[in-house]
């Protein structure tokens, strides 16, 4: 994984299975993406600001054992896929300690202007298409 | 209470305690607040429409009892209070087949335009204003 | 599909992209999942006092067109397998009355006791494994 | 405040308002609860192992100024009354930078078994009760 980071769950993320309730790993996947581009150089909320959204094409997750309250886990993520109108993540959630694999994920993204229609992003917001495309190309050469 | 409906406690509306996670009943005083509007035919959002909104300013519950998953509840409410600038609510939350009461609250909303600027309700949009008086002045005569 | 309900979209279920959020078309795959269980006469509830739980070991959405605050949306589900240790489902989000498709999805459960160990249910909960079963065939001859 | 802890707020932290949903405030209360207890030396998820339960009787919260998506805000909190069978906890929340107030909240708790029956904490979990004493103490001694 290209992106890692720490997240304790909290007792509303839990259900009466006494476990995380499984929707809420979905939003772990969304907070690990948040800020992989923070760390990256430029934030989701800078990129909303030029009239560009990302919203959620199709996402996936395998529930492989659970985590519990007040577990600190380690959330990663990486890009699979650039195209030009939308990127691919995969995803893992993970104990911090012992690295008991709790869940993969994958997601689909499009690339849309703020009111949701899809845009050309290399034309309409080169820098953002730019900072992706060198996140992407630096991830597969560390996987070489 | 002026105006009631049935919820069924959701699944992820537990947790790890086993009984409905304390905020999702505030969430509930929501649902109750909107269907209310939406019986008396005026539902809230039309009113968004005329560039009106009504973020809520506080909020206050006392838990009394749990509920627990999927129980059948009654959520009541009732407008306390009309003011230029500010409605009030109080909410009851109830087994709805025994009447135990789980949980009593109240809830203060501004007047504010779409950009969430304090507005005149009375002169800005005087039909939501003549509707809002209406309920609640049909409320009291209900009590009377 | 084999069961169908109505869920009005709430305003905690959206986000600041002004649309649901996705994640929360989630929780509507379960929703529709408990009701179809009552509908057809086992609650799920009832269920669970059999030390029987039913874990979801993965998800997938594919999300379509948005859905927006108020609307009125119809969740949909069917079984589209059935095995010893567990069992699968299909989803549809449509608006209620146009019928525009929203969301499809699948997830795939786990057969547990309560303290999330696999069972083999035709053999610890005979009555639970003939209802779903029961159901299952019923959905099949119905597509006939 | 005894204590502080900054949070990053989440796209799903937020509603079609552009701002946080009043509700998930009333969420970022427990976390800093729970991290304070933590930083104190006794995390709550130890205190669940010895069969005892903190569960909020009451909740009251005032929204000054919307928090948006992205922001990083200061929750913190401090005990403002300990007694036997229960203890209360003010809560504020600030941007980080400017320390702007956002919200401001009120808690009540109970002292409980796991199965939610009132205990006399300092006879039942004279640990717990002298560890929660002892916290109350130094942010009195704090203020003089």
Redesign the interface.
């Known amino acids: 994984m290209a992106f890692s980071m720490n997240l304790r769950v909290?007792?509303?993320d839990?259900?009466?299975?006494?476990?995380v309730?499984?929707?809420n790993y979905?939003?772990y996947f969304?907070?690990v993406r948040?800020e992989y581009f923070r760390a990256a150089g430029y934030?989701?909320?800078d990129m909303?600001n030029e009239d560009f959204?990302m919203?959620?094409?199709?996402?996936?997750?395998?529930?492989k054992t659970?985590a519990v309250?007040?577990e600190l886990v380690t959330v990663s993520c990486k890009i699979t896929k650039l195209a030009p109108a939308s990127m691919e993540f995969d995803y893992e959630i993970r104990n911090a300690e012992t690295g008991e694999l709790h869940v993969t994920g994958h997601s689909r993204h499009g690339f849309t202007s703020r009111n949701?229609r899809p845009i050309p992003l290399k034309k309409k917001c080169p820098e953002i298409y730019a900072f992706i495309e060198e996140l992407y190309r630096s991830e597969s050469k560390e996987q070489e």
Request: glycine letters at 0%.
């Open positions: 909290q007792y509303y839990t259900d009466k299975m006494m476990v309730y499984h929707v979905i939003r969304h907070t948040t934030p989701y909320s909303e959204q919203p959620v094409l199709s996402v996936a997750a395998d529930f659970p309250y007040d949701l």
